[in-house]
């Protein structure tokens, strides 16, 4: 089995992370197949960055597409989520709606712990999204600066980890979701500090991406999520441009 990990930032040392995290939770036989957006942001942390991530996002599945059995958008906030599940025939998870989902068959309520203040408020926007508003018990930030997005978990550990604690006890959450993709692998690092689950967003993806593929879901032809009709295109990659005017068949 072959799972794309598409990481929409431009961070390789992210996209490694990732990969190294989802490979400790992937079965025997999957091969993660890494790959780094070639134009964005470092990281993701606003609207308009995600607007940007979310078209990196459809041109690498649609550069990488007839490779792989499954995608992972390999950013906290999904971008580009919706698109990619009506453009293309294979299953595509987000790490956010993953990690939200199996929290849910954790506890009543998770809550949500990050890194960055600017992420916020486009991280309440996709717990809204993706209908998970009443089991979210708080979205909790770190207020204060880091040196390295490659390195932020080890530089925050111990504060994340203060974090994750008041978010416990003040917000009554029964799971803490590790939320973004520098924080890879930091669940496995400090789960006997934490006393509830911890969830990495693309360990919940690997697990629920090697499923879809096992399940073999059809693509749909009705629906929300059915592919749109062929359409001509100007100035996007050809790869993308060909899935959209349905030149890739």
Not at 61 to 74: F, K, N, Q, S
Not at 95 to 109: D, I, K, Q, Y
Not at 145 to 158: H, L, R
Request: proline share 5%; glycine share 8%.
């Amino acid at each position: 089995m072959k799972i794309l990990v598409a990481n929409p930032n431009t961070s390789t040392g992210v996209t490694e992370r990732l990969v190294a995290s989802g490979k400790l939770v992937a079965s025997p036989g999957t091969e993660l197949q890494p790959m780094t957006a070639a134009y964005g942001v470092p990281y993701i942390a606003t609207r308009a960055e995600a607007a940007i991530g979310a078209a990196a996002a459809l041109d690498m599945l649609a550069e990488r597409r007839g490779t792989m059995d499954a995608a992972i958008v390999a950013a906290f906030g999904d971008p580009g989520l919706g698109g990619a599940r009506e453009l293309f025939d294979f299953p595509v998870v987000g790490m956010a709606e993953a990690a939200m989902l199996m929290a849910c068959t954790l506890g009543r309520r998770f809550g949500i712990v990050s890194f960055s203040r600017s992420l916020e408020p486009w991280f309440a926007e996709i717990v809204a999204w993706h209908g998970m508003t009443e089991r979210c018990a708080a979205i909790r930030m770190l207020d204060e600066g880091f040196t390295s997005i490659d390195a932020v978990q080890d530089e925050k550990e111990s504060v994340l980890v203060d974090l994750a604690l008041r978010t416990v006890k003040n917000d009554a959450a029964d799971v803490i979701i590790l939320a973004g993709a520098p924080l890879a692998g930091l669940a496995n690092k400090i789960r006997e500090r934490v006393p509830v689950p911890l969830v990495d967003g693309i360990q919940a993806a690997v697990v629920m991406a090697e499923g879809l593929v096992r399940m073999q879901p059809r693509k749909a032809t009705v629906g929300t999520y059915r592919r749109p009709d062929a359409k001509d295109s100007k100035g996007l990659s050809a790869s993308l441009a060909a899935v959209i005017g349905h030149r890739d068949a």
